[in-house]
């Protein structure tokens, strides 16, 4: 089994829609990353993780929400899809940025019409 | 704001060849991330470190803290290697990583 699994691996969704991606880890870390994927961007962080109680907005958190329902899962959702969310979403998990390396989903393709 | 630059964008090579590949950042770190990522998406954790050189394999990496500058090189390639190859930094010492864009690597037979 794969330490980071990510469901849905592909959606394509209408403008308006709610979307969740799933994300659960069986690395037994705390910390947990959801980024995006855009082509010449590069990977931006939408949210992190500490732990349960502890959630963070990254730099582009504005159309997204997250949960973290148990040590191992962690879910992002969008509450009203736009085209421009159209991207590569990925879920990490890691020890620590500085500290440990990060493990990947395999990623969750999504687009919005 | 921790700046990434990597290079070369895109390289080309020839099966065999020694290939290297450079990361320069703008603020000091406390480690730095190697990442592959597959042509069919998948992102795989290479190295991360803090000082010195680590090897796995055919791929080793090595860091200059002071010049704040990283390289990746693959001896040896193989056309397994193509992939594309990011570069990260935490930002400030936070949870927070800067991605480089990353550079796409083929190598052909």
């Known amino acids: 089994d794969a330490d980071v699994t990510q469901t849905p691996r592909n959606r394509i969704t209408k403008t308006g829609k709610r979307i969740m991606l799933e994300c659960s880890q069986t690395k037994g870390h705390d910390r947990m990353y959801w980024y995006r994927q855009d082509p010449g961007l590069g990977l931006r962080l939408i949210y992190y993780?500490?732990?349960?109680?502890?959630?963070n907005k990254g730099e582009i958190s504005d159309g997204y929400s997250v949960s973290r329902q148990a040590q191992a899962k962690f879910s992002l959702s969008l509450e009203s899809a736009i085209p421009n969310q159209t991207a590569l979403y990925f879920c990490?998990?890691?020890?620590?940025?500085?500290?440990?390396?990060?493990?990947f989903g395999e990623g969750s393709r999504l687009t919005v019409l | 704001k921790n700046e990434v630059e990597q290079s070369p964008q895109n390289l080309t090579a020839q099966e065999g060849e020694f290939i290297t590949i450079n990361c320069s950042y703008s603020?000091?770190?406390?480690?730095l991330h190697w990442l592959q990522q597959h042509p069919g998406g998948g992102i795989v954790s290479l190295f991360m470190l803090s000082s010195g050189k680590k090897k796995h394999g055919r791929l080793i990496a090595t860091i200059n803290i002071q010049e704040k500058h990283s390289s990746l090189h693959i001896t040896a390639s193989h056309p397994r290697d193509s992939a594309v190859y990011i570069c990260?930094?935490?930002?400030?010492?936070?949870?927070?990583?800067?991605f480089g864009k990353g550079t796409k690597l083929t190598v052909n037979p």
């Open positions: 603020v000091g770190i406390s480690a």
């Open positions: 990490a998990t890691s020890q620590g940025t500085t500290t440990g390396e990060l493990f």
């Open positions: 993780s500490f732990d349960v109680k502890d959630i």
């Open positions: 990260a930094v935490p930002q400030g010492g936070s949870e927070k990583l800067v």
